[in-house]
């Protein structure tokens, strides 16, 4: 085990770059915030703290840092996580990991190209605790295999935490799908596999960006059986997270989500188990609550023991963000009139 901590850069210093450094204070075993970069900043400088900053993230890797944690816009987010690999550093990357599938297939190069470097991608939600307690449940076995999922996620409007870049093709890729929808893809893949046959409609009716406002998708794996159903949406009035799983004997149900903006309402899972012999369905229901959210301090956390001890990523490697993106790409071009809109292609 190493006692050094790896001095780590952030790139792009708004609200989720500042939630990650929080998850490095208090003297993290393994992490130390030594610079960040923000276009908001003027020049370069330091903050009350002492902390130096500067605006521009290419600055921000000629600092002596060992890491970077890119918590950039889309169109340069890729940029920043191939700058940082091919200067010898360990790369978090917030998700997406960039606007097209190309973007992660350079950033698979890089990385392969300059091996022994940590490599991961924020896909969050597989932190949360509801999230885990599903997992678990679904790979005891003791409920069969996966039927079908059905989920739905969406919020009023394509919130811009930074400015409006998220609702611009150019800057984001892609809307609602590509920004808040991918989790659920990410976790619909964690619970069943991938998924051979997409069916979709994408549309941007409502809000009128060159992004999506709502995307619906089927999913299929011919070779289970198993289907799936998501809603993405930016018209969804009162925010709402809810994944339903089917197992051969028992049913879960995950329902809202605990967040910044706590607007997802209380975080829970339900497990309905299937009772034989039964003519009104299943029996034997358990709730469970969960009232705090470790899984931004919970990644950070595995992402510096990668580094410190040369432990696995077990979420949110280049493979993972590869498949989901790939998987973000399929929904888009499934829609015929969606993919010749926008000139879309999958690899």
């Not at 780590?8 to 960040?36: F, I």
């Not at 892609?174 to 991938?194: N, P, V």
């Not at 998987?327 to 809109?341: G, H, Q, S």
């Amino acid at each position: 085990m190493s006692s050094k901590r790896a001095r780590v850069g952030v790139a792009g210093y708004g609200v989720v770059g500042r939630r990650r450094h929080e998850c490095m204070r208090n003297n993290h075993p393994h992490l130390e915030v030594v610079a960040v970069s923000d276009i908001r900043f003027e020049g370069s400088g330091s903050l009350e703290t002492g902390l130096p900053y500067c605006s521009d993230f290419r600055e921000l890797l000629e600092h002596e840092v060992d890491a970077i944690m890119v918590c950039l816009p889309n169109d340069v987010a890729p940029e920043a996580t191939i700058m940082g690999l091919e200067r010898g550093m360990h790369v978090f990357c917030e998700k997406p990991p960039g606007r097209s599938v190309e973007d992660i297939v350079a950033v698979r190069h890089a990385e392969a190209a300059n091996a022994g470097l940590v490599l991961k991608y924020g896909f969050n939600h597989r932190y949360h605790e509801s999230v885990k307690q599903a997992k678990a449940i679904i790979d005891s076995g003791r409920h069969g295999r996966v039927l079908n999922l059905r989920g739905v996620y969406g919020k009023s409007r394509m919130i811009p935490f930074s400015g409006g870049w998220r609702s611009q093709r150019a800057v984001a890729g892609g809307g609602i799908l590509l920004d808040q929808g991918i989790h659920m893809l990410d976790m619909i893949r964690y619970f069943a596999g991938e998924f051979d046959e997409v069916r979709s409609f994408v549309s941007n009716d409502f809000w009128g960006h060159d992004v999506e406002d709502n995307a619906w998708a089927l999913l299929r794996n011919r070779g289970s059986g198993c289907v799936a159903m998501v809603h993405s949406t930016a018209t969804q009035w009162r925010h709402k997270f809810r994944l339903e799983i089917t197992l051969e004997s028992a049913f879960i149900e995950l329902s809202g989500i605990l967040s910044g903006s706590k607007s997802y309402g209380e975080e829970k899972l339900t497990l309905v188990e299937r009772q034989d012999g039964s003519m009104i369905g299943s029996f034997h229901e358990e709730t469970t609550l969960f009232l705090q959210d470790n899984s931004w301090q919970e990644e950070v956390d595995e992402w510096g023991a990668a580094i410190a001890d040369g432990d696995p990523i077990q979420s949110g490697g280049s493979e993972d963000a590869l498949a989901v993106m790939d998987l973000v790409y399929r929904i888009y071009c499934a829609d015929a009139l969606w993919k010749e809109r926008f000139d879309l292609r999958i690899r």
